[in-house]
């Protein structure tokens, strides 16, 4: 049964940084790009960061760009999110997601994932 299962959000006070995890098993992923959204109250789900299958190459929404960093280490089946400068607006739930093999364009778009996590709550006080 595949899973992944992320973890690292908390409370934070804005400028601080957070570092999310997300763990996946029962599957081999290694070969697919996996990828970051996030959900505030009342919003739709949006594309944060995607990270190709060796991990040389990142893309971010245009908005986080400097902020956060995706990386991802495939001997432990673990993709990561380095979240720095954090804003009150960061606060959402995060969650992550297998992506497709990268073709010819970055996939931010939710329908082109498979597999979601559960979410990790980070929430950034003024």
């Known amino acids: 049964q595949v899973q992944l299962v992320e973890s690292g959000g908390g409370l934070v006070q804005a400028g601080g940084s957070l570092r999310l995890s997300c763990a996946t098993s029962g599957g081999t992923f290694r070969s697919y790009a996996m990828g970051w959204f996030r959900q505030a109250p009342g919003l739709e789900r949006e594309f944060v960061s995607v990270?190709?299958?060796?991990?040389?190459?990142?893309y971010y929404a245009d908005s986080l760009k400097g902020r956060f960093t995706i990386s991802r280490d495939n001997a432990k089946n673990t993709v990561y999110l380095q979240l720095n400068s954090l804003k009150p607006e960061d606060t959402a739930v995060y969650y992550c997601a297998v992506g497709p093999i990268i073709g010819s364009r970055w996939p931010t778009s939710l329908n082109e994932y498979h597999y979601w996590g559960q979410g990790t709550q980070v929430t950034v006080s003024s």
């Open positions: 990270i190709s299958w060796n991990g040389g190459s990142t």
